[in-house]
């Protein structure tokens, strides 16, 4: 399939600033193409997603491995209007979120191998980082898995992590008991636009080869350079306090981001769910 | 395409012990059936995985999506011999490993974020739990999308986490700098059997409507049952410590595995590589 090849060089090359060497013969290729051209969605048909549809991505988002077999992640699926409101209403800068049919929450769940510790008699002498860690890490497995499913039907998605900002709010929203929180959550509809390409660091500075090699930042100058060319920037951020800037790029957008706290009660939060941290 | 709908249903109704409805009519039902019936496998053919391929890959799995755009995930790639034996060295209870033509590591690196800002001459007042937590979800997102490319093409796939008990050792092996861990390894390589597909907990427990609901332990003693029809134990985990049991299920399973301390010093290890968990 030439074409398919070709569709996935072009998606890669404006995604890495690369060309990539692509054998049409592989297998899968339909399946390539997607994941390469994975475009962010935020804008939604006014079309239901089919509660026979929603079990068939959580089943297969839930196919996915899982640590040690150990299962740590749920799927929380919000379908009622006020509370997709209610949801929105806490994240003002993304008023689309309103139009999703479907908005999905990925809970990192410790509490059911507690609960079964218990149930079985057995100590548990492992209530500190890696629990925590591991049921985190499921739960994202099981987010990219749904978000490859949905993609793979037609659907559109965003991950929506700033969620994280409102965990508390949320938690009590949902009802959450300890050791139990929400590590992202996601919008979910059938697209009502095509989406873009994100170009990405150079894959030279995110792949490495045998050991972790540091590249320097002429690296990610030449990235801003190359997104720029793109995907300019359409404002500067919080420019009454940084002021203006001639060349606006990705790095000084992060660094800005990251200028000011952001989420700093978030291990406050975790514990108060009663997760050990130590 | 009924007969890819069958399939999928046969897959799920192993996995889930529910019969789920599927639209023969849906689109991507063939990446829908690799989702829904993705197995481990820890057998590979002697062929190795070209260059070219593996940078496919990794390109595809980088262009998954990535919080606030950040972009703290990063891909090592160990394909010399002698490394991917000294890995298999620490894990002696995965001689298959030494068999892989590829071990990945997938690495949280916070370290890109923090260099940026002080490039930026910007100040950085986020050196606390969310750094950690982002960056981990981040590389657990890209070796997710990793492994979908991956069976896609057909190659099989055996995410490796009990890296996470050798953190420093590997740590060291490969060079990772302050602010960057690994989340987890992966085998990869050409299947040399068909693998199985592990029967997992009911929707009903692991999928939540609108809010969360706890179920009781009927739920897991289902689960248990269900799944030692299909797949039972071989053997049972330290009988010398807790006995024989006649009916050995996955909860008894996983209590076991988790009454004796695994990864204590794991957050230790993620300290001294600079992290705040405050």
Known sequence: MPDLASAIQA???????????????????????????HRVHRRYLPRDISPHLMRLLCACALSAPSKSDLQQADILVVRKKEKIHAIADLLPDMPWLREA??????LANARRLVKISTMRRKP?????????????????????????????????????????????????????????????????????????????????????????????????DAYDRRRAAIRPYRNQRDPEHFGHQEFYGWSEDKARQYAVPLRADFGAFVRAKAFNLD
Chains 1, 2 share one sequence.
């Open 101 to 106: 049919p479907v908005f999905l929450f990925f």
């Open 124 to 220: 548990f002498p492992n209530d500190h980082l890696d629990l925590f860690f591991n049921a985190t890490i499921d739960a994202a497995i099981v987010l990219t898995t749904l978000l490859r499913a949905a993609e793979a039907v037609g659907l559109g998605c965003c991950p929506i992590s700033v969620i994280r900002d409102h965990a508390a709010t949320i938690s009590k929203m949902l009802a959450l008991p300890e050791k139990v929180i929400p590590i992202a959550g996601m919008c979910l509809g059938w697209p009502a636009e095509e989406g873009g390409i994100t170009p990405r660091l150079s894959l030279n500075t995110t792949v490495h080869q045998e050991r972790f090699v540091e590249k320097d930042f002429s690296e990610i």
């Open 11 to 37: 998606a890669l090359a404006e995604r890495f600033g690369e060309r990539l060497e692509i054998d049409s013969e592989l297998q899968g290729l339909d399946e390539i193409a997607r994941i390469a051209g």
